[in-house]
């Protein structure tokens, strides 16, 4: 326990003033009772106001120190205090203590005795007994990982390092003892423990003194079954319960453990919590009150205020809080003192009695770079957004290795770190971080990062009588056996060990469950060189490894190895002599060298052997030679006979077997190598030496230390199986070829490096990278077992995995020791010229004598008394003096170059006068190049003249550079010093900080002059040497896109910017493309600048220390005259800005996109930069999705100035024109919040806001506005007010682009005066009260809808409306009324006024409103007197008597009509079903002699006259003509659908007909009668039209199909489905049979005419080519004509879907599929497209799983695959879809066109790595021929969805391997064409033009690139083509007749 304390957050010792301040001040805010003392009492009464203004003063000083503790104050240790409430999650279960984890990053322990007080008696009670007790359960089966406990503090104890351990108590009695049996009320949830098991149930302690808690048997087997496991509970069990009764004022209490009621449990107001007794754990309903860039403050149970942090918000809203907002959030601490509450509002939290799923993070020890940071919290730490989307948390302590190089800027939105993931919190969901150096750069971090068998360096904690415990890390600790403290047994361990003494062990068991570790300090399985035995598989026959004896039995020794593997010895195979007593020469912890006989692994058996391979054979001379020779990878010591040509000849000891040392295997340094075998002679022995191969009697041996680590670490696979994609492994160039180099690793076995993997950079000789045995590590590439190869890469990119400054050190560290080691070699030799030069190191002061200079300038020495020693100092290294021969000088040895027997010295002043000075580890110091070799150099450092070296190279393939790249003497660099002392050879070991901060080398300098000062090679350092206004002249180095590096004639370097290129630049255009490499230029100087900040220096300091010079070749600056020029006087690059102002244009040159800030970055000139807003680049959307597309680096723009900044020193420009927000201007905006049912906040260009409205998003309102908008989303948007701080915007297309004069179906209401009696409206409802329903209209205007104007039904239930007229359901409304004095607007949804349909569906059986009035009296005036009564209050008694009469008639009327009806009912459900099968002969016959035209109208009509005379013998003519469009037939499994078209009832038609007859009888009579009869006549109309038209109360939305179908129904067409009407009275009955019997022949006759008419119109309407099916039937009749054509079913499948009935949807398309041709392939798949995009859409994923089966049984099974995962990615189910794209990688393996659709769609989601190994796994599966299309649509791909690079490396690649592939230079050409610039595209187009291939392809390509230049180029590049065209017809016709 204590080795977890370190890493836990306990706040070291700081003070507690401010935290313990901070939680204190809200009690003196919130405290409303409490009366605050008078100061008057000790001092001067003051005036009342005074006193109050200097109080409200002091809060004002106040309140800002208080919120900002509370802001920045997240859960630290130093703010709990004893008894504190919290939440708690289990994370670790032991044996006697839980391991909790509490909010933001702490921990706490549990103990055993802390559970339940029964518990704890149970624990005595076993201690007693002193053996184990039955019903006592361990803590294991108590307790769960990832369980949500409440629990109390109870101490917090201080440990040795300062910090506090939390000790926590889940104790009923300290967590629930704050509630009184009184506060217990019902619904309350609390938590318990298992306090006793009686008959009926479980006694429970819930820690309320005075209350027993009883739990039922039948409350808690749920939970058993559930979360038990089926086991009864046990004494301690935890529980969380609520209270179902409670009884004698809370003396008992009734428990429920049933989840579901758990689950659902939530505080409320009614159970009366308070403060004090308010619990961790309870849900509890918030509202936000205030948000914070630290996280919210919220109000809940009606008075109480809570905190929550930013660790606690919901990551998918954070960022969209908003105040009032209603949230639900969980109770995480009560502060018992400030009563302080925190709250989180985590989903995992808001189910009580669920427990964590998520405990661990997969990256737990993993070291990630470039991690951005989220967002900085003060005094807090920082969030890190890691790769996978999911954030991680480092504290403020783990920002920094230290409190004194914390730096917070370093830590803003989107910096990058480096950190280390070393745990996870599971309360907080979080990882957490360490970007701490020591912490990162630890090998191990937790128990699970060590492994058997592995070395670990620790330091002895302390010592014990079992054993000695050692500290490997902070949190890690081991044990080493007394058994294991040496190779044999010591007494007295504490003589040999120490406290804190450092010791080196070998991992014998580590068990990171229980964090157990084991280790051994025995020094032979310590330093043993052979394969540590880990597991019985490893364990192959004749394997000798070591182990130690654990047991000797008298069958034999046992012998234990690593990770508890071990093995017999027997008898026989003790020793080659038979022993009898084993014990007698063996002991336990003996360690021995054992050979593996046999090996089970299956049974874990293994059979040793002590005999080894030199004892069991013995007679024959062969066979002892066999026996002592060495097996490949075998360490040997080896003896030098001879050197010969290809190295060195050897004897392998002891037995001298012969074998060859290669001169290229003596070192992993090639130039260390030669040396080595120069000097070594025969005699010498050379230690550890490794056996390469060992073929035909011949041993090749190797002593690179590189390959030794490999074979000692066993990173060497022996066999080619062992091999992996992926794998590191060290090896050496074998050979090279043309086309790559073959690598042989220490096992023999070898792989290929093509050529495009050797190396990073251009590989043009690979002679020049590599030579032959060079060490070189590679990465496995692709392996094919079959063929036993494998590919190789050599690439930097690939195989450095560490830190480059460590790898390198390493190997300036091998190398210099090697050469130590030549130096001892060549003192032991006899020779005095060996001997003095092994003596010289550099740094060492000579006197030495002039003797002669060389022809190149360098001075030769001599230093007389060693004959044959040649000194020499380069020019360089005169340092400028003029020396005489003979002449006696003092010199510096620089480098001694033993193999040549020269040394170099030098004679500079500063190195000669050198100060000594102690160095400090890690700091950074300038140098000077002094000397060069092929590994390293050789500096001096500035300020002291001492000499360092450091590394060149940093990996063992780091062996080309450019000339560019190479070091120079004289060069300046920065250098990081890595040793305090200097090394065997005098000089320390540093390596290069930076190469940006390289500086050039000075020219030669010439001798200088008595007298002269020794310091001038200083002053040139720093000084410039051409002053501003000179013309310069020089020659082009280098081009970028925005500059251009020039050489100067006298050596320095000069800078030219693209703005200083050309006078007049015109848009689009590159300058810097004008310039070639090698051109010569004249300039003119006009600056000084520096590499590293690029600012340029004003001419007013020309004695700057700069040594680039900026320079210009525009016309205008060669020829202007600097001394009269004002312009060139110019100051900071702040003051220039003000040259520019609003509205100017002005030219920039593309810098870089930057993604965070959505911006392009451009420079005006060299040191004026400029930001264009991604929304200021375009008016295209294209463009503003990718603007780095359109946009390319260095691109000459013409921009806008908007206005300057000058603080930050830039312009804002724009690209569009001059940005201005002023009302009636459209501009662009991101959204950055959508508002639910109010609209949109969108974000302007510098940071001004808009809003709109969901009545401004379009010109046609939708039932789902909000629909398709998003953050992030760019909107045009048209200002329509800017008088406010928020701007007031319009989306509407007649808005924002009025030229498309778009039909506005829904035109802007903005005041009452646009809004006219009688006008029809649309809008959304905004609420339901008791005067009616509110519906809005306009962002301003709300309107109300009496409810007798809301439906024609009268509802029983006030509830429908709230069901059928939810909030925000689009409707249409007509005016009814406008009264403009008050702004009052009254509406009406009634279908008469809107020609929509009714509100409420007529399934539900509602009874009218109309006719329920009717059922009252037959007079004609009391629908009149109803009406009145409505709105009437005062109404006499007498109405009152009456009503209530007439309503027991309405009942009596009622239930006699019902009777009536379903006797009605019945008789026509018998009829139809008798006509079922007639009526549909016939409707088919009458279409089918429509279409032939083979009869007569005449003959048509009577034919349905009779049809329907069969089915409707009693029907009204007006009846009949709708009957025969809305039921032409009737089918099987449309019962609902007939049912719902069945035709009014005869009494009521009847009734109708005598209300018409009545009324032409009387047309101009206007008494009560006729009144009446026109009401039924509304009446009847208003009945028909509802049982014709029906919506369903909520629409679902538009299914989507992906290959292109629509659902394009409209609503207003569709024939709702309705069940017959039930209310009518028995006079309307009676009336309505006599009138049937009444009917006249004028009446008939009537009735055939309108029949007739109808007929007419039916037939017009069949041949009208624009008709459109508005009915369920006539979509029957248009499939049975066409029943092949999928997109009629579709359509009649989307009629459905508009009414929401899915069901008869999945019918039609059942149907469809039955009824379609088998020989129609794609019919029938669009059909099943179109059913899989309705389960995605409306069913589960089970019912798609299953039309997905069976489409792939029935179509073509690729196909619909295809579908499928165009359906999952449009519906952005990406999880599925990947899914499904693996599957199709297993089953259609061969098909190109899965692995092409699969990248495209990672591409898509931004995974390009993953594309990347996608293509490389297609290579393994594909054909080869088809490799080369596989590549080229990939690179397509690349080029539209991800790197345009990249894509243009793989078809250079490609291409470069097939020349002659015309198709793909042709897509080559497109895509560059289509993506590049044109500069690429004519380079394309010259490289192609000039290929040997056919005529007739030459001349395809020829009409290409003229066909390009005609339309990009000139005249001039036109007639280039066509004159490069001509000239190959003559050398092709010049070769045809040669």
């Known amino acids: 326990m204590a080795s977890q304390e370190d890493s836990f957050p306990r706040g070291g010792s700081k003070k507690k003033a401010h935290p313990v301040k901070a939680?204190?001040?809200?009690?003196?805010?919130?405290?409303?009772?409490?009366?605050?003392?008078?100061?008057?009492?000790?001092?001067?009464?003051?005036?009342?106001?005074?006193?109050?203004?200097?109080?409200?003063?002091?809060?004002?000083?106040?309140?800002?120190?208080?919120?900002?503790?509370?802001?920045?104050?997240?859960?630290?240790?130093?703010?709990?205090?004893?008894?504190?409430?919290?939440?708690?999650?289990?994370?670790?279960?032991?044996?006697?203590?839980?391991?909790?984890?509490?909010?933001?990053?702490?921990?706490?322990?549990?103990?055993?005795?802390?559970?339940?007080d029964a518990y704890t008696k149970k624990l005595n009670e076993q201690v007693d007994r002193e053996e184990p007790l039955e019903d006592l359960a361990p803590l294991s089966k108590l307790f769960q990982p990832g369980m949500l406990v409440r629990c109390a503090v109870s101490s917090l104890k201080s440990t040795s390092k300062k910090n506090k351990s939390i000790k926590l108590s889940l104790n009923p009695k300290d967590v629930n003892g704050v509630l009184s049996p009184a506060a217990l009320k019902p619904g309350m949830l609390l938590t318990g423990t298992v306090d006793s098991v009686e008959d009926h149930g479980y006694l429970v302690d819930i820690g309320v003194g005075g209350t027993k808690a009883f739990l039922p048997w039948q409350k808690e087997q749920e939970y058993v079954k559930q979360k038990n496991k089926g086991t009864k509970l046990q004494v301690g069990q935890y529980l969380n319960c609520l209270i179902e009764e409670v009884k004698g004022n809370g003396g008992s209490v009734r428990l429920s453990t049933i989840q579901s009621e758990v689950s659902a449990a939530i505080a409320t107001e009614e159970q009366n919590w308070t403060l004090d007794n308010l619990l961790p754990g309870l849900v509890v309903k918030a509202q936000v009150q205030k948000v914070t860039p630290y996280g919210l403050s919220l109000s809940f149970l009606s008075s109480f205020t809570g905190l929550v942090d930013f660790m606690h918000l919901d990551s998918k809203k954070t960022g969209h809080y908003f105040q009032t907002q209603m949230v639900r959030a969980c109770i995480l601490s009560v502060h018992p003192r400030t009563k302080s509450v925190r709250l989180t509002l985590h989903s995992s939290f808001l189910q009580a009695g669920r427990p964590i799923t998520r405990l661990c993070h997969h990256l737990i020890g993993a070291v990630l770079n470039d991690v951005p940071v989220q967002s900085f919290y003060t005094k807090a730490g920082a969030t890190f957004r890691l790769k996978d989307g999911s954030l991680a948390y480092a504290r403020i302590r783990h920002l920094s290795q230290t409190e004194k190089s914390f730096k917070p800027e370093k830590f803003k939105p989107g910096n990058l770190h480096r950190c280390r993931v070393i745990d996870f919190s599971p309360m907080d969901d979080l990882a957490l971080l360490s970007l701490k150096t020591s912490i990162i750069e630890a090998p191990f971090l937790r128990y699970h990062d060590i492994q058997p068998g592995q070395i670990v360096k620790g330091k002895v904690f302390t010592l014990r009588s079992y054993g000695m415990i050692v500290k490997v890390t902070e949190q890690i600790k081991g044990l080493v056996p007394t058994l294991h403290l040496a190779d044999v047994q010591i007494r007295n361990p504490q003589k040999k060990y120490r406290v804190q003494d450092e010791v080196k062990c070998r991992v014998l068991m580590c068990d990171p469950e229980n964090k157990k570790l084991l280790m051994t300090l025995k020094k032979t399985l310590v330093e043993s060189s052979l394969p540590a035995l880990t597991n019985y598989k490893e364990a192959k026959p004749d394997l000798q490894t070591h182990g130690f004896i654990s047991s000797i039995k008298d069958c034999g020794c046992i012998v234990k190895f690593y990770n508890d593997v071990r093995g017999l010895v027997p008898q026989r195979e003790l020793g080659a002599q038979p022993i009898s007593a084993p014990e007698e020469v063996f002991y336990v912890g003996q360690v021995v060298k054992v050979t593996v006989l046999k090996s089970e692994p299956e049974q874990e058996r293994?059979?040793?052997?002590?005999?080894?391979?030199?004892?069991?054979?013995?007679?024959?001379?062969?066979?002892?030679?066999?026996?002592?020779?060495?097996?490949?990878?075998?360490?040997?010591?080896?003896?030098?006979?001879?050197?010969?040509?290809?190295?060195?000849?050897?004897?392998?000891?002891?037995?001298?077997?012969?074998?060859?040392?290669?001169?290229?295997?003596?070192?992993?340094?090639?130039?260390?190598?030669?040396?080595?075998?120069?000097?070594?002679?025969?005699g010498d022995i050379l230690h550890k030496v490794l056996c390469l191969s060992h073929s035909d009697g011949h041993i090749v041996l190797c002593r690179k230390p590189a390959l030794i680590s490999a074979v000692e670490s066993g990173q060497d696979p022996k066999v080619f199986s062992e091999f992996q994609p992926g794998m590191l492994l060290t090896g050496f160039v074998k050979s090279i070829k043309a086309y790559g180099i073959f690598v042989q690793f220490p096992s023999g076995l070898s792989g290929l490096a093509p050529k495009s993997a050797l190396s990073d950079k251009f590989v043009t000789t690979i002679s020049d990278h590599f030579v032959e045995g060079q060490t070189v590590v590679a990465k496995v590439t692709n392996v094919d077992e079959e063929k036993q190869r494998m590919l190789l890469s050599l690439r930097l990119s690939d195989v450095s995995q560490e830190d480059t400054t460590a790898s390198s050190l390493t190997l300036l560290s091998q190398c210099l020791e090697e050469l130590q080691g030549v130096r001892s070699l060549m003192s032991s030799r006899d020779s005095v010229l060996t001997q003095t030069l092994a003596e010289m190191t550099p740094g060492l002061l000579v006197d030495l004598v002039v003797q002669d200079m060389s022809s190149d300038g360098s001075l030769v020495f001599s230093n007389g008394s060693v004959p044959g020693l040649v000194l020499r100092a380069s020019k360089y290294h005169q340092g400028g003096k003029a020396v005489d021969p003979g002449q006696r000088t003092k010199a510096v040895i620089l480098h001694v170059d033993t193999q040549k027997s020269e040394v170099h010295v030098s004679l500079r002043q500063e190195l000669v006068n050198r100060k000594v000075k102690q160095l400090k580890k890690d700091t950074e110091h300038r140098a000077v190049i002094e000397h060069l070799e092929k590994t390293f150099a050789i500096a001096s450092l500035v300020e002291t003249g001492q000499l360092i070296a450091f590394p060149v190279a940093s990996h063992l393939n780091d062996t080309f550079r450019f000339d560019s790249e190479k070091l120079q003497v004289g060069q300046g660099v920065s250098v990081i010093i890595k040793s305090t002392k200097p090394c065997d050879i005098g000089l320390f070991l540093a390596v290069e900080s930076s190469v940006k901060k390289r500086t050039p080398a000075l020219p030669s300098v010439a001798p200088e002059s008595a007298g002269q000062d020794p310091g001038v090679v200083s002053e040139l350092l720093e000084k410039p040497t051409l002053p501003i206004g000179e013309m310069v002249t020089g020659t082009v180095k280098s081009i970028k896109a925005t500059h251009v590096i020039v050489t100067l004639e006298n050596g320095l370097t000069g800078y030219i910017h693209a703005s200083q290129i050309l006078d007049d630049?015109?848009?689009?255009?590159?300058?810097?493309?004008?310039?070639?490499?090698?051109?010569?230029?004249?300039?003119?100087?006009?600056?000084?600048?520096?590499?590293?900040?690029?600012?340029?220096?004003?001419?007013?300091?020309?004695?700057?220390?700069?040594?680039?010079?900026?320079?210009?070749?525009?016309?205008?600056?060669?020829?202007?005259?600097?001394?009269?020029?004002?312009?060139?006087?110019?100051?900071?690059?702040?003051?220039?800005?003000?040259?520019?102002?609003?509205?100017?244009?002005?030219?920039?040159?593309?810098?870089?996109?930057?993604?965070?800030?959505?911006?392009?970055?451009?420079?005006?000139?060299?040191?004026?930069?400029?930001?264009?807003?991604?929304?200021?680049?375009?008016?295209?959307?294209?463009?503003?999705?990718?603007?780095?597309?359109?946009?390319?680096?260095?691109?000459?723009?013409?921009a806008i100035v908007v206005g300057p900044e000058s603080p930050k020193a830039f312009l804002n420009l724009s690209l569009i024109g001059p940005f201005k927000l002023e009302e009636g201007e459209v501009a662009l905006g991101r959204v950055v919040k959508v508002i639910p049912k109010e609209g949109l906040e969108v974000i302007f260009p510098f940071g001004r806001i808009g809003k709109a409205s969901i009545f401004d998003l379009s010109d046609s309102y939708l039932e789902e506005p909000l629909e398709g908008f998003h953050p992030e989303k760019i909107v045009r948007c048209c200002v329509l007010s800017n008088k406010d701080r928020i701007l007031t915007l319009s989306l509407r297309q007649s808005r924002t682009n009025p030229k498309m004069k778009s039909k506005i179906e829904d035109p802007e209401v903005t005041s009452m005066k646009d809004i006219k009696e009688g006008q029809l409206l649309r809008g959304y409802v905004e609420a339901i009260k008791k005067q009616g329903i509110f519906f809005r209209i306009s962002p301003t205007l709300v309107g109300r809808v009496k409810y007798q104007h809301v439906t024609t039904y009268l509802?029983?239930?006030?509830?429908?409306?709230?069901?059928?007229?939810?909030?925000?359901?689009?409707?249409?409304?007509?005016?009814?009324?406008?009264?403009?004095?008050?702004?009052?607007?009254?509406?009406?949804?009634?279908?008469?006024?809107?020609?929509?349909?009714?509100?409420?569906?007529?399934?539900?059986?509602?009874?009218?409103?109309?006719?329920?009035?009717?059922?009252?009296?037959?007079?004609?005036?009391?629908?009149?007197?109803?009406?009145?009564?409505?709105?009437?209050?005062?109404?006499?008694?007498?109405?009152?008597?009456?009503?209530?009469?007439?309503?027991?008639?309405?009942?009596?009327?009622?239930?006699?009509?019902?009777?009536?009806?379903?006797?009605l009912m019945k008789e026509e459900k018998e009829k139809q079903k008798q006509l079922m099968k007639e009526k549909k002969k016939k409707q088919k016959q009458l279409v089918k002699e429509k279409e032939k035209q083979c009869q007569t109208k005449e003959e048509m009509h009577q034919a349905k006259q009779k049809q329907e005379d069969q089915s409707q013998p009693h029907r009204e003519p007006g009846a009949k003509q709708k009957q025969e469009l809305q039921t032409p037939s009737v089918r099987p499994g449309e019962k609902a659908e007939n049912k719902g078209k069945r035709k009014v009832p005869e009494v009521e038609r009847e009734q109708e007909i005598v209300s018409k007859k009545k009324k032409q009888s009387h047309p101009l009579e206007e008494d009560d009668s006729g009144v009446e009869v026109n009401y039924k006549e509304e009446k009847e109309k208003r009945f028909k039209q509802s049982k014709k038209k029906q919506t369903k109360p909520t629409e679902v939305p538009r299914l989507q199909l992906s290959s292109g179908f629509a659902w394009d129904v409209s609503l207003d067409t569709l024939a709702p489905a309705m069940p017959p009407r039930e209310d009518s009275s028995d006079s309307e009955d009676e009336e309505a049979s006599q009138a049937t019997l009444k009917k006249s022949k004028k009446g008939k006759e009537l009735e055939k005419q309108e029949a007739e008419k109808e007929l007419s119109r039916i037939e017009a309407a069949l041949m009208d080519p624009n008709w459109k099916p508005e009915t369920a039937d006539d979509f029957d009749r248009l499939v049975l004509s066409s029943p092949n054509s999928s997109i009629l079913w579709l359509q009649y499948m989307a009629f459905h879907l508009h009414a929401t009935e899915i069901e008869k949807a999945r019918a039609v398309a059942e149907r469809a599929l039955k009824s379609i041709s088998f020989r129609e392939e794609q019919e029938k798949l669009n059909v099943w497209v179109a059913l899989m995009n309705l389960e995605n859409m409306y069913g589960s994923k089970e019912t798609l799983t299953k039309v997905f089966e069976r489409a792939v049984q029935y179509c073509e099974p690729l196909k619909v695959y295809f579908q499928l995962a165009d359906i999952y990615t449009k519906s952005e189910k990406y999880q599925a879809a990947e899914e499904l794209y693996s599957r199709m990688l297993k089953r259609f393996r061969q098909e190109k066109t899965v692995w092409i659709r699969y990248g495209a769609f990672l591409l898509q989601r931004g995974q390009a790595d993953a594309n990347h190994r996608l293509l490389q796994r297609s290579f393994n599966c594909l054909p080869q021929k088809e490799h080369v299309d596989v590549i080229s649509k990939f690179a397509q791909l690349e080029f539209q969805l991800g790197d345009a690079e990249r894509a243009k490396a793989m078809f250079e690649t490609t291409l470069s391997s097939y020349p002659k592939r015309t198709d793909v230079w042709s897509v080559y050409i497109d895509m560059i064409i289509k993506y590049g610039s044109q500069k690429e595209a004519r380079d394309i187009f010259e490289r192609v033009v000039h290929l040997s291939l056919a005529p007739k392809r030459m001349k395809f390509f020829f009409k290409r690139y003229l066909d390009y230049e005609k339309q990009h180029g000139t005249a001039e590049t036109v007639q280039a083509v066509k004159e490069k065209a001509l000239a190959y017809v003559e050398a092709t016709g010049t070769l045809a007749e040669s």
Request: a positive charge; charged letters at 30%.
């Open 23 to 116: 939680p204190q001040q809200p009690i003196e805010h919130d405290n409303l009772f409490d009366i605050p003392t008078e100061e008057g009492s000790r001092k001067r009464k003051r005036n009342p106001e005074q006193a109050a203004k200097n109080k409200r003063s002091k809060t004002e000083k106040k309140e800002p120190s208080k919120s900002e503790a509370e802001q920045s104050g997240i859960l630290s240790i130093e703010v709990l205090s004893e008894g504190m409430r919290l939440l708690g999650c289990v994370k670790e279960v032991n044996n006697l203590e839980l391991v909790i984890s509490l909010p933001n990053d702490l921990w706490g322990y549990v103990q055993a005795t802390n559970i339940c």
């Open 1355 to 1463: 509802p029983f239930d006030r509830a429908l409306y709230q069901t059928y007229l939810p909030e925000g359901k689009l409707l249409s409304a007509k005016v009814l009324r406008v009264n403009r004095k008050q702004n009052l607007l009254y509406l009406s949804f009634l279908p008469k006024d809107t020609g929509k349909p009714d509100v409420f569906p007529e399934s539900l059986g509602l009874p009218p409103r109309d006719q329920e009035r009717e059922l009252l009296s037959n007079q004609p005036k009391k629908k009149r007197k109803l009406e009145q009564e409505e709105e009437d209050h005062g109404a006499s008694e007498t109405k009152k008597k009456q009503q209530l009469k007439e309503k027991k008639e309405k009942k009596q009327l009622m239930k006699e009509k019902k009777e009536k009806q379903k006797q």
């Open 1065 to 1198: 630049v015109s848009h689009g255009t590159h300058p810097t493309t004008t310039l070639k490499v090698g051109n010569p230029v004249t300039a003119r100087v006009i600056g000084q600048r520096t590499w590293l900040t690029h600012k340029s220096l004003p001419i007013s300091h020309p004695s700057s220390t700069q040594t680039v010079s900026e320079l210009s070749i525009r016309p205008s600056e060669l020829e202007k005259n600097i001394s009269s020029d004002p312009s060139t006087q110019s100051s900071s690059p702040t003051e220039k800005l003000k040259q520019y102002f609003p509205g100017q244009t002005v030219v920039c040159f593309m810098r870089k996109f930057n993604v965070i800030k959505k911006w392009l970055e451009v420079e005006i000139t060299s040191d004026i930069r400029g930001r264009i807003p991604q929304l200021l680049t375009s008016l295209s959307f294209k463009v503003l999705k990718h603007p780095e597309k359109k946009f390319k680096i260095g691109q000459a723009l013409s």
């Open 606 to 682: 293994m059979l040793l052997s002590f005999r080894l391979s030199n004892d069991k054979e013995m007679e024959s001379t062969a066979q002892s030679q066999k026996k002592a020779m060495v097996k490949t990878g075998q360490l040997v010591d080896v003896k030098v006979k001879k050197k010969t040509e290809k190295g060195l000849e050897v004897s392998i000891l002891p037995d001298d077997i012969s074998a060859l040392l290669p001169t290229t295997h003596l070192s992993d340094n090639v130039t260390n190598s030669q040396l080595l075998c120069y000097w070594l002679q025969a």
